[in-house]
């Protein structure tokens, strides 16, 4: 595997790591995938549609195209699970940033096929979005953070079919943009494997804030795998992490 | 859900599984068994895959009528290759898997675990044939220790899943050290 293609973007840092490698006109192609949705929804800067309809200084039907899609897409999951996903701070402030990251790596994913790369991996901020193999034909493996030590691996999960996007949300997160749902604290890190990374990382996120009742209602919603993680001894597993 | 509802669904479906084989029992079909408990020693690679695991030891013209989560000492007949476990007391701790039970509308499997002599989960894998439904069943989480989940290789994984980290955390991530160790 040649070097990874690594780069600052939403307030982390995102890894491309390809079988093949990337041409730089490739490479900043999926810059601009991150660039773009941080231009229209980050609430660091001012200037941007976000910050503005945030302070209120634009009403909805006001925002372009791009900005209702997204915040569509947001409104829809918080209907599907049940507001345990919500783009609605409870402040009031809309922010979309719990699934923006979510769909620049599903951007960037596009962008690279269409470029032609079959095998890649691509991390953002410990969100990952893979397709295909590595060089040496062996399959992606993510390893999954110790959310009791997170300078050690607690476990991996193998991507493939059904399963190219993995997502982890974790009360360490950035920012503790996961508002919890009532007081339901039983997971301290959940991760999602799912088909597609919004779904992942969305499902993550209310799982986290939601518990064992979010956690039975993402598993009704689609089809996906499963490791949420307690404070203590206890974690709530899809059959592939367990030994069996 | 709370914890009581969560335990009837959970015999509710024990129930379901109950129907399940008894139908299958009186075809003849059935062979349920419980595997060897599997330790923290065990190899993960040993146990990578329980779906493929469990429908390359399901035989279907093995005939016995054990009756796999109740029976410590029970279930003495094997089929393709899974032996039943030996302990006589409270269990010993480990994840315990029975062999595939086939019947009309696809296959079972069930999942133990066992947690200082207890059982603190079970999970039913139910293989409908062609029903994308059931893999969303078969991929339930369920309770389970710490201990019973595979461990990391860490030779092979090629990035990290985690609560994102920020910009400057990277430096100290796992993930750098990953990136770093590609280039």
């Given at each position: 595997?040649?070097?990874?293609?690594v780069?600052a973007?939403m307030g982390t840092v995102i890894s491309?790591?390809?079988?093949?490698?990337?041409?730089?006109?490739?490479?900043?192609?999926?810059?601009?995938?991150?660039?773009?949705?941080?231009?229209?929804?980050?609430?660091?800067?001012?200037?941007?549609?976000?910050?503005?309809?945030?302070?209120?200084?634009?009403?909805?039907?006001?925002?372009?195209?791009?900005?209702?899609?997204?915040?569509?897409?947001?409104?829809?999951?918080?209907?599907?699970?049940?507001?345990?996903?919500?783009?609605?701070?409870?402040?009031?402030?809309?922010?979309?940033?719990?699934?923006?990251?979510?769909?620049?790596?599903?951007?960037?994913?596009?962008?690279?096929?269409?470029?032609?790369?079959?095998?890649?991996?691509?991390n953002a901020g410990g969100?990952?979005?893979?397709?295909?193999?590595?060089?040496?034909?062996?399959?992606?493996?993510?390893?999954?953070v110790?959310?009791?030590?997170r300078s050690?691996?607690?476990?991996?999960?193998?991507?493939?079919?059904?399963?190219?996007?993995?997502?982890t949300?974790g009360?360490a997160e950035r920012g503790e943009?996961?508002?919890?749902?009532?007081?339901?604290?039983?997971?301290?890190?959940?991760?999602?494997?799912?088909?597609?990374?919004?779904?992942?990382?969305?499902?993550?996120?209310?799982?986290?804030?939601?518990?064992?009742?979010?956690?039975?209602?993402?598993?009704?919603?689609?089809?996906?795998?499963?490791?949420?993680?307690?404070?203590?001894?206890?974690?709530?597993?899809?059959?592939?992490?367990?030994?069996? | 859900?709370?914890?009581?509802?969560?335990?009837?669904?959970?015999?509710?479906?024990?129930?379901?599984?109950?129907?399940?084989?008894?139908?299958?029992?009186?075809?003849?079909?059935?062979?349920?068994?419980?595997?060897?408990?599997?330790?923290?020693?065990?190899?993960?690679?040993?146990?990578?895959?329980?779906?493929?695991?469990?429908?390359?030891?399901?035989?279907?013209?093995?005939?016995?009528?054990?009756?796999?989560?109740?029976?410590?000492?029970?279930?003495?007949?094997?089929?393709?290759?899974?032996?039943?476990?030996?302990?006589?007391?409270?269990?010993?701790?480990?994840?315990?898997?029975?062999?595939?039970?086939?019947?009309?509308?696809?296959?079972?499997?069930?999942?133990?675990?066992?947690?200082?002599?207890?059982?603190?989960?079970?999970?039913?894998?139910?293989?409908?044939?062609?029903?994308?439904?059931?893999?969303?069943?078969?991929?339930?989480?369920?309770?389970?220790?710490?201990?019973?989940?595979?461990?990391?290789?860490?030779?092979?994984?090629?990035?990290i899943?985690g609560a994102t980290y920020t910009t400057e955390a990277y430096l100290t991530s796992l993930q750098s050290a990953?990136d770093?160790?590609?280039?």
């Amino acid at each position: 595997m040649g070097a990874p293609f690594v780069f600052a973007a939403m307030g982390t840092v995102i890894s491309l790591h390809s079988a093949r490698p990337v041409p730089r006109a490739t490479q900043d192609a999926v810059l601009t995938a991150f660039a773009t949705l941080e231009d229209r929804f980050s609430l660091w800067r001012p200037d941007t549609e976000a910050a503005r309809f945030a302070r209120g200084e634009l009403a909805l039907p006001e925002t372009t195209e791009a900005f209702r899609q997204v915040y569509d897409e947001a409104v829809t999951w918080r209907l599907a699970t049940g507001g345990a996903f919500t783009p609605h701070r409870p402040d009031g402030v809309v922010d979309l940033s719990g699934i923006v990251k979510a769909i620049a790596l599903r951007d960037a994913g596009a962008v690279l096929r269409a470029e032609g790369l079959t095998d890649w991996c691509l991390n953002a901020g410990g969100d990952v979005v893979a397709s295909g193999h590595r060089a040496s034909g062996e399959p992606w493996v993510v390893g999954i953070v110790d959310p009791l030590d997170r300078s050690q691996l607690f476990t991996e999960f193998q991507m493939g079919p059904e399963r190219w996007a993995v997502a982890t949300s974790g009360t360490a997160e950035r920012g503790e943009h996961v508002w919890r749902l009532g007081a339901d604290d039983t997971f301290v890190q959940v991760t999602v494997c799912a088909r597609d990374i919004v779904t992942a990382d969305v499902l993550a996120t209310a799982i986290l804030a939601g518990g064992p009742e979010a956690l039975a209602r993402a598993q009704e919603l689609d089809d996906i795998d499963v490791l949420a993680c307690s404070a203590g001894e206890r974690v709530w597993a899809s059959a592939v992490f367990l030994a069996a | 859900m709370s914890s009581r509802a969560r335990a009837a669904a959970a015999l509710a479906s024990l129930g379901i599984l109950g129907l399940g084989w008894g139908t299958a029992t009186a075809q003849g079909q059935v062979a349920l068994a419980l595997n060897p408990p599997t330790t923290d020693t065990t190899t993960p690679s040993d146990t990578a895959s329980s779906d493929t695991t469990a429908s390359d030891t399901a035989s279907s013209d093995t005939a016995s009528s054990g009756s796999a989560a109740t029976s410590g000492s029970g279930a003495s007949s094997s089929s393709g290759g899974t032996t039943s476990s030996s302990s006589t007391g409270s269990w010993a701790d480990g994840t315990y898997t029975g062999s595939t039970a086939r019947h009309r509308y696809g296959s079972v499997t069930v999942t133990v675990i066992v947690a200082n002599g207890t059982i603190t989960g079970v999970s039913e894998s139910v293989v409908s044939d062609g029903d994308r439904k059931s893999n969303q069943i078969n991929a339930r989480a369920v309770p389970a220790m710490r201990s019973a989940v595979l461990k990391a290789q860490g030779d092979d994984v090629a990035t990290i899943s985690g609560a994102t980290y920020t910009t400057e955390a990277y430096l100290t991530s796992l993930q750098s050290a990953l990136d770093q160790a590609a280039a």
